[in-house]
């Protein structure tokens, strides 16, 4: 049964950090390219970050600020978020994604708020 557990969400003020944690199970882990998209309230899905093997890569309004990371030896993805903005509030989703498998994570809450 193929799993996507995110977990790390919760409420932070401006500036504060978040690290997410993605844990996975029931397909190889170490094929898939990893991804964290976000939804915004009234907003579409986004993606945040994706990793390969180790080449992560970001969308431009969190390069600097949040990174991703792998442990293929304990299935799962992390996201680092640091310096976090009040537009950063949304649901975090992970994503394991090769060729037409296609798996995605419940999502977990991050709110930024003062």
């Known amino acids: 049964q193929v799993q996507l557990v995110e977990s790390g969400g919760g409420s932070v003020q401006p500036g504060g950090s978040l690290t997410l944690s993605c844990a996975a199970s029931g397909f190889t882990f170490s094929t898939c390219t990893m991804s964290w998209y976000r939804q915004a309230p009234g907003k579409e899905r986004e993606l945040v970050a994706a990793?390969?093997?180790?080449?992560?890569s970001y969308a431009d309004s969190v390069k600097g600020r949040f990174t991703i990371s792998r442990d293929n030896h304990k299935n799962t993805v992390y996201l680092q978020m640091n310096s976090l903005k009040l537009e950063d509030t949304a649901v975090y989703y992970c994503?394991?994604?090769?060729?037409?498998?296609?798996?995605w994570g419940q999502g977990t809450q991050v709110t930024v708020s003062s």
């Open positions: 994503n394991a994604r090769r060729f037409t498998f296609n798996a």
């Open positions: 990793i390969t093997s180790t080449v992560g």
